[in-house]
């Protein structure tokens, strides 16, 4: 069977919008990917986001009218981006479709993508992330951790920060979970701008509060997932600790085997360690609030 293939080059303020375009105008699939090889996609920390521009692969079917698809997607969006059509044989198709990035399942529901075209019809969450935006999707193996905790342990209703939440990965799977609300907080402009366009990708918009640390507001949360680092974990811990509800839940990852107990010394004093997961040589460790 013929496919034809059109790939748009466009700001990626534009990608939610572009996208529905794409599948009013008749895609069968639609997948994300990054802006080109030479792009800078995680710049210094503390500047300016580069990566303003994002690309997206469209499949058509071999009778569309992809001169037309063109014309109203330059209608739409100005002549700021790029678009390129080519026709795919059978091998080039499936070609094409193998050199997209692979989705992940994790614990007994999740299903990490980039793809808009991933219908699963088994009872999995599906949660989608703009790979062009040069943040993790879960695969590394401190983020996995946590993952795999909101699958088996997130109680619906529940109230969670991500702090250091980077891609907005964990904030945004435990709202499609069943979390009530969730503030993602980072350090980094180019994290906040990333939690917040794969917040819109996953229509979590509304029950989501993005910013960095100084501006969170007194919060009580139920849940706090920190993947971030021993040293800032240590330095957090009495933050972390009039954060979270009586019998709050804090996760704590992006701690190598040997620093383990140099985490759990500092939050000793306020919580008491209920669980230890270790995958790859990264520990995470699960503790529970103490209020006395």
């Given at each position: 069977m013929t496919w034809q293939q059109l790939e748009l080059q466009l700001p990626a303020l534009h990608l939610p919008q572009a996208e529905a375009l794409l599948e009013?105008?008749?895609?069968?699939?639609?997948?994300?990917?990054?802006?080109?090889?030479?792009?800078?996609?995680e710049p210094d920390p503390g500047t300016a986001?580069?990566?303003?521009?994002?690309?997206?692969?469209?499949l058509f079917a071999a009778d569309?009218?992809?001169?037309?698809?063109?014309?109203?997607?330059?209608?739409?969006f100005g002549t700021g981006i790029s678009v390129v059509a080519e026709t795919l044989d059978d091998?080039?198709?499936?070609?094409a479709l193998s050199a997209e990035p692979r989705e992940q399942r994790i614990g007994n529901r999740l299903l990490i993508t980039s793809s808009r075209d991933s219908h699963h019809n088994d009872g999995c969450v599906a949660v989608r992330l703009n790979r062009g935006l040069g943040f993790g999707t879960g695969e590394h193996a401190t983020t996995r951790l946590c993952l795999e905790w909101l699958d088996a342990e997130l109680t619906p209703g529940a109230k969670v920060l991500d702090?250091?939440?980077?891609?907005?990965?964990?904030?945004i799977t435990a709202l499609k979970l069943g979390a009530r609300q969730a503030w993602a907080v980072d350090i980094e402009p180019q994290a906040l701008e990333a939690t917040a366009a794969n917040s819109t990708?996953?229509?979590?918009?509304?029950?989501?509060?993005?910013?960095?640390?100084?501006?969170l507001p007194e919060i009580e949360a139920d849940v706090i997932l920190a993947n971030i680092l021993a040293r800032p974990l240590i330095q957090l811990a009495p933050r972390f600790a009039t954060m979270l509800s009586d019998s709050g839940t804090a996760v704590l990852s992006g701690v190598l085997v040997e620093q383990r107990e140099e985490v759990r010394e500092a939050y000793a004093a306020h919580f008491l360690e209920l669980d230890e997961r270790v995958l790859d040589g990264w520990v995470c460790l699960v503790a529970r609030h103490l209020r006395y």
């Open positions: 009013l105008l008749g895609a069968a699939s639609v997948t994300l990917l990054g802006a080109g090889p030479d792009e800078i996609l986001p580069v990566w303003t521009v994002t690309r997206i692969r469209a569309a009218d992809l001169d037309r698809v063109t014309r109203v997607l330059e209608e739409s091998s080039a198709w499936t070609d702090y250091g939440c980077g891609s907005g990965i964990l904030a990708l996953n229509v979590v918009s509304d029950n989501l509060w993005i910013g960095s640390p100084e501006r």
